[in-house]
């Protein structure tokens, strides 16, 4: 079980740029949670997503946005960067219909706006 | 709205002694979770301790117990006998039944293991 992965690892942009963060849950699960982490802080919630839609929303623009796709996986958008959107972006897989739903995280992508 | 204050952001210990540290929330909820991340220096969390509301008795996993005080909102994780291997970020986190998965994190303590 190769657990959650996400790619790429690392990512330059220049601001007003646009990127893609990608994210494959634990084999098995069917929800994907998308996080920042700022430095020096905890993550935050952006968005979650179940059965190819949107779920829930945490307090992010809608520069912000995400898809899933059949086989699970999901992508995580973000336009029009800010300098301030430079963070650790994190990706949590879970199953949902559990009672108790542990989420896994993957590695993060460590994006960088200059 | 939940929130989650962890107090101390850095804290060391000796190797082999015993640490604690401390999460206090804020929440209207009665029944939810809470939990302990760890974040090494690779930065992949991964799931220490969780605790139900629910349930009075405290959780423990190995060499981490924690001290959950429903009335007063607090939560806090006892190390002991520290490793070198558990020098990391440590983050407290709440989560809500029925909301699905969303975790709400405290913004962390560094924890420092010396030898």
């Known amino acids: 079980d190769a657990g959650v992965t996400q790619s790429p690892t690392h990512l330059i942009k220049t601001r007003g740029q646009q990127v893609t963060l990608r994210c494959s849950p634990k084999?098995?699960?069917?929800?994907v949670s998308w996080y920042q982490q700022a430095l020096g802080q905890g993550p935050q919630f952006i968005f979650q997503?179940?059965?190819?839609?949107?779920?829930q929303r945490g307090n992010f623009p809608d520069r912000f946005s995400g898809h899933q796709f059949p086989n699970y996986s999901s992508e995580l958008n973000v336009n029009a960067l800010l300098l301030g959107d430079s963070a650790l972006y994190l990706c949590a897989s879970s199953f949902l219909q559990r009672s108790y739903n542990e989420q896994f995280f993957g590695p993060g992508t460590r994006l960088t706006v200059l | 709205a939940q929130t989650v204050t962890q107090s101390q952001p850095e804290m060391s210990v000796q190797e082999a002694e015993t640490v604690t540290l401390s999460c206090t929330y804020d929440?209207?909820?009665?029944?939810?979770?809470l939990f302990w991340y760890k974040q090494p220096p690779s930065r992949q969390m991964i799931l220490v301790i969780r605790q139900e509301a629910y349930k009075q008795q405290n959780a423990t996993e190995n060499r981490f117990s924690v001290n959950f005080q429903k009335a007063a909102k607090s939560f806090s994780l006892k190390i002991s006998d520290s490793q070198l291997g558990d020098t990391a970020m440590y983050f407290c986190a709440f989560m809500k039944p029925g909301a699905g998965n969303m975790l709400t994190f405290g913004g962390g303590t560094r924890l420092m293991v010396k030898p």
């Open positions: 929440t209207s909820e009665s029944n939810y979770y």
């Open positions: 084999s098995g699960h069917d929800t």
């Open positions: 997503y179940y059965e190819e839609e949107e779920r």
